[in-house]
Every structure is written in C-alpha cells, then in structure tokens.
C-alpha cells in the first residue's frame, strides 16, 4: 500500500481541486486507515479487505463501495469520511501500478520485495516532504473518539501521529540512494492517476452516482489468499 507521506501529498493534490473546509480532518482521514499500531491489521481489516472469484480467477479489492455503502451519510462531506474512501482508492491504484504496470506480481509476499518497497519509502520521504511543501502538524480532530469512523476500529490516531514524527526527522532525506522499486517518476505518474480518478469519483458523488465500478479496481492474485 501507499506510504503516509504518500497519502499526505495526495490529499494536498486533491485539496487544489476539491473545495475542502477542514484541511486537518481531510488530511486525517487520508491516513486513518493505517492508524492501527498494536492490533493484527489483517484482522481488524480498516482496509476493507475483499476477497473474490470470478470465472476461476481470483481478486482482491480495497472495497471502497462497501465503506461507502456503510457511511453514504457522510459521504462526500464529512471530510474525515471522504479522506478514508479516496484512502482506499489511492491503494487500490497503487497495486495495480505496483503489480500490472511495474509487473511485480510474481514478487508479492516475498519480505526482500517489502523490505525493498519500505526501505524506498524511507528515501523518497525527504524528497516528497520537501515537493509538496509538508507539514507535520495535523493533530487530533474534535470529538474524534466519538466519531462513527472509529465503529470500524478503535484507531491510535495519537500514537500514530506521534509514530509519524520520524517520517519528518533530519535522517528521512534522500541521501543520494535511488529507490530500487518505486521511484520518484513513477511516484509522479501514480499520484497523477490518483487525482484523475479521486476528481471523478468526486464530482459523481455529489450527483448522488459512482464514477467507478463495484470491482474496477480489484487485482488478480494467484489464489485465495
């Protein structure tokens, strides 16, 4: 999945063309899906995890119709709501140009692949922070523990804000190392295609419709699992 400076960047791109009133909240909910610090995420599932098959070949989704079937009321204007849906379309995106357009499905689950994709993470930190002119400052939204999104997991938001300070610390630079995987010009082209299909899907619901299909995201996986 994307990173959360990632998911930051996005969000500042989206803010340019999407009338946002709360930046804070949008932000948060831009990374409220990964705000999960001591729980099996596999379990608790904040990514809407759906697994299906279709003519004997098997998918995967981050299903963004089914969170949005559960929080329609929120949606498109609470913007802790609409920062989660774009969440799990802008990962959705991200596997696809992962696994079709970088061809890396025959390396999923491999801990090298990840650690390699962490490890280009690390470096393109610096270099996007400094891009798109980031800010460590989002903090804690009003009422948040009251707020319906926690129904799908009591989320560690402060400890995961805090855990985000090391994404903004002196050492996450660049220093001259190239990402092996996921480099600065495919970073460029995946938050590209990120905007384009979060703009559409925005624009059609706020005409009550969908821009994208139940499963038009899904990628096939090799099995079940």
Known sequence: MASRIMHL????ELEKVIKIRNRNNFRIGHILPDAVMTADKKQVNTHFIRNFEEKGRYYKIFDHYGFYDRFKAFLPDDEIFLGYYFHLIEDNIFRRVLYTDLKMMNRRGDSKFLKEL???YGLLNGVLIEKY????DLDLPNAFMDCKI????????IEFLK?????FCDDACYKGE????????ITDSYFKQCV???????????????????NELAFEINSRS
């Open 9 to 12: 960047c996005l969000a500042e």
């Open 118 to 120: 962490y490890s280009d």
């Open 133 to 136: 002119s980031l800010k460590n």
């Open 150 to 157: 926690n129904d799908i997991y009591n989320f560690e938001l």
């Open 163 to 167: 855990d985000m300070d090391k994404d």
């Open 178 to 185: 190239t990402p092996k995987i996921f480099t600065e010009s």
């Open 196 to 214: 384009d299909v979060c703009l559409a899907e925005y624009e059609c619901l706020l005409k009550g419709k969908r821009y994208l299909s139940e």
